[in-house]
């Protein structure tokens, strides 16, 4: 008799029970040895749960061709649940291994399906076993919005900067620096590349492209864990946070380009007054940078801005009219806010209080999110609007000169968040 052996483990799983890939072959192989059979290939799916849809199973779904091939008998596995837990998935490959005349036998629990009883007893089995599964999976859930409601981590990994100690998020002393560096750097580069690259090279640290993303999106840098405020110690500032997701995003809606080694000082920041989307960066004769209409580029009846923006000449509009933008910005931002009826320190007390009745069993999970997200609402509606620091704004732009061209990018974009272009030649600054 040919026969197949598959074998399946996650993760949690190994760590947990030692059902580790080695243990599960030697022992389908040494069963396969003692009743003379001869095994026709070994079939190994790792760190993938049986919950897992089956045609996300590599090795299952190999075994299934070699079996419809005619190149298995039976299949070998050690355990049921090695093979399923989830009915759906069951029915759907029992009906395919049916189809090619193959059985399968749990070589150390009394299942096959070589009988009509053996069968029936699987049907049951497998419905108590996901039956079980789905009850873990809603008592889990269930644990980890307990745990999300009081700002506690749901997992055991914290991101670069933190580490977990006490059921709690704490500034790890040894990435901390880093961490922070990693947030100044995307800033200054405006590239996830260059920061990875960046970190290697500066703190010896690699990460995965997708990994640096996530890292900027992740609110927990200022101190908020899973909506929660000041649930965690922060490590930057809500303003450079804001920065980053702001760059993130117009990068993202940005037509993929040719990479330049080039900074050019306003790219992302600035967007056609017409149209509204980010003008595109260019050099001429290797000296002077412009700034088009990316619509008109790729349309030219798409959209009526013709104008080029020399980049000389919006720097220098910038450092003389900047101060004056700002000061007015927020002039008019003091003038515009209302006197609310309650204070955001009150607020942020009640919201303290509610957290303190949740904790203390008093209230349930339900009405917990609920009221949280209403006093949420209400502290974003009277907390002060952010203005320009006038000060930080005045140092930069007296020590300009010394800038670099990297720290001159980086300047522009921690003090502007967008800048509109027409037709005319007229620039419409929205400062931070």
Partial sequence: MRVALYIRVSSEEQARHGLSLQEQRDALIRYAKANKMTVAGIY????????????????????LDDCKAGKVDTILFIKLDRWFRNVA???????????YGVTWQATEEDYETRTASGRLKVNIMLSVAQDEADRT????????DGKRAKGQPAGSKAPLGYIIKGRQYQIDNGTADAARDMFAAYIRLQSVLGVKRYMLETWGIDRAYTKYVNYFRNRLYIGEVYGIENACP?????????????????????????????????SGLLHCKECGKTMQSETAKQIYTY????????????CQHKKRIREDALEAYLLHELEG?????NRYYKKAEKKPTQSADAIRKKMDKLKTLYLNDLIELDEYKKEYTTLKKSLEAVEEKPKTNLDALRNGLAEYDTYLREEKKEFWTRFIRRIDADDDGAFFVTPR
Avoid: H, W
Wanted: glycine share 4%; hydrophobic share 35%.
């Fill in 44 to 63: 190994e799916d790792a760190g993938i749960s049986a919950r897992k849809p089956y045609k996300k199973r590599p090795a299952l779904l190999r075994l």
């Fill in 137 to 144: 999976s809603e008592r889990i859930k269930f644990i980890n």
């Fill in 325 to 329: 933008i700002a000061e007015r910005n």
């Fill in 234 to 266: 922060a490590l930057v500032s809500k303003q450079d946070f804001d920065i980053v997701n702001d760059i993130l995003r117009q990068r993202s809606q940005r037509c993929a380009g040719i990479e330049t080694d080039r900074v050019y000082l306003f």
């Fill in 89 to 99: 998935g069951y029915y759907d490959v029992q009906t395919r291994l049916d189809q």
């Fill in 291 to 302: 700034y088009r209409c990316r619509t008109r580029m790729l349309d030219t009846s798409a």
